[in-house]
């Protein structure tokens, strides 16, 4: 099991870099932070860009691998974003993973483009979105044609320090979405049962949790993928609770988990209030008596452990 925080983008840098310095020291495989102009219940706190937040974290860094939770394309071109990750990946020494979801038409998408679109208009875009930011990201002239992108001979050296390009991990709990991420992904990622932020104990997501990964061996099946070169990755928190209420809690879910098949679980670092509140002192003891125990991963084998067997 690998182990992973999302840091909100919520703090003005002189005070997020501690965060990010320490998710490092705490031992954290990979550390994330969301990619969204605004978000639910914060939308009138700070609140800052995701890119420019992981140049800096990477700047500071030297071995954890960094990623976005998730780009989606409610606010985000496939031209301009591709070359945003392939500059970040390269400050980054190739220690990142760009992470994909196609958006739950929220606020950002109000602000954007107030067109409304159905759950099959947004899983058609996001699989051009993320089958146009393949091409970009892999070809060092691009080029796409589809019903919403179309673009030609976009230039892209250096490309990315990753060969064939940066890892993607793809947010998807539908057949479609799991579909795509069998074809595209190196890491899949679930936030477990469907449903409004009401967090379920982690012991009865359990369920759930099976039955997810059960039909994304059968889509791996559909698109001829060996489902083992596929890793799976449990964002906790929203819908999946209790997690980091404990050390004991922490170890327990782990074990479930991992016995599940799940090879990536993440927290986030807990908050003061609402949403994601918690004690920090639990996070240290986390890493004082579970992570840090473990054998030292270097900053290249994390990142290929995260990024998976190849597509």
């Known amino acids: 099991m690998r182990h992973g925080v999302v840091i909100l983008p919520e703090r003005r840098w002189s005070e997020a870099r501690d965060q990010w310095v320490r998710a490092e020291r705490l031992g954290f495989d990979h550390a994330w932070t969301y990619d969204q102009l605004m978000w639910r219940w914060l939308r009138d706190k700070p609140w800052f860009a995701s890119v ?16 976005t939770m998730v780009a989606t394309p ?6 301009t974003l591709a070359k945003e990750l392939m500059s970040l990946e390269d400050i980054a020494g190739g220690r990142f993973v760009c992470g994909l979801g196609a958006g739950a038409g929220g606020l950002d998408d109000r602000v ?4 409304e679109r159905t759950p099959r208009q947004r899983a058609d875009r996001f699989a051009e979105f993320v089958e146009a930011l393949d091409r970009l990201l892999t070809d060092r002239v691009a080029s796409y044609a589809g019903a919403h992108y179309d673009f030609r001979d976009v230039p892209m050296n250096p490309g990315c320090l990753t060969r064939p390009r940066a890892p993607f991990a793809v947010a998807a709990t ?3 979405g799991m579909r795509l ?4 992904a190196d890491t899949w990622v679930t936030a477990g049962p469907p449903g409004r932020f009401d967090a379920l104990p982690y012991e009865k997501a359990l369920p759930e949790i099976a039955r997810q990964l059960d039909r994304l061996d059968t889509a791996c099946a559909a698109v001829g993928r060996d489902p083992a070169t596929l890793n799976r990755l449990l964002l906790t928190g929203a819908l999946v609770g ?9 170890r327990d879910a782990v074990g479930r988990f991992g ?15 609402f949403p994601y509140q918690g004690d920090p002192r639990v996070l240290e003891a986390v890493a004082d008596e579970v992570l840090l125990p473990r054998p030292h991963i270097t900053g290249a084998t994390a990142r290929q452990n995260t990024a998976g067997g190849g597509r």
């Open 52 to 67: 420019p937040t992981l140049a800096a974290a990477a700047a500071v860094t030297s071995r954890i691998t960094l990623g």
């Open 74 to 79: 409610t606010y985000r071109h496939p031209v």
């Open 112 to 115: 954007v483009d107030p067109t």
């Open 174 to 176: 539908g057949p479609r």
């Open 181 to 184: 991420a069998a074809r595209q």
């Open 242 to 250: 209790g997690v980091l209420e404990s050390v004991e809690s922490y």
């Open 259 to 273: 016995e599940l098949g799940i090879t990536d679980l993440v927290v986030h670092w807990p908050r003061e209030s």
